[in-house]
């Protein structure tokens, strides 16, 4: 079992910046992927970027590729979203995702807003 904890959502102006942590604890040694999906009101969940702990291969949706960056943190077992250049089409609940030993799990999202 692996339990995610999130944080830094908010309310941000466009073109404004946030930074979202997700921390986990449990089955740490097993997992493989970290990542974060988000979902608009009304839309189906996307993913927005993965990363691999072992390798750090990062992997972005290409509607944040260039804004968004992924990393992690292994001490601290954390995973970050940094977010630059926010739009409001980037408005969603943001949930950290993990794989590990096959099984994924969410965190409980944090909103994220983007507006004037």
């Known amino acids: 079992q692996v339990q995610l904890v999130e944080s830094g959502g908010g309310l941000v102006q466009p073109g404004g910046s946030l930074r979202l942590s997700c921390a986990a604890s449990?089955?740490?040694?097993?997992?493989?992927?970290m990542g974060w999906y988000r979902q608009a009101p009304g839309k189906q969940r996307e993913l927005v970027a993965t990363?691999?702990?072992?390798?750090?291969?990062?992997n972005y949706a290409g509607s944040v590729k260039g804004r968004f960056t992924i990393s992690q943190d292994n001490a601290k077992n954390t995973v970050y979203l940094q977010m630059d250049s926010l739009k409001p089409e980037d408005t969603a609940v943001y949930y950290c995702?993990?794989?590990?030993?096959?099984?994924?799990?969410w965190g409980q999202g944090t909103q994220v807003t983007v507006s004037s």
């Open positions: 995702y993990v794989l590990a030993s096959g099984v994924g799990y």
């Open positions: 449990g089955s740490i040694f097993s997992i493989a992927v």
């Open positions: 990363i691999t702990t072992s390798s750090h291969v990062t």
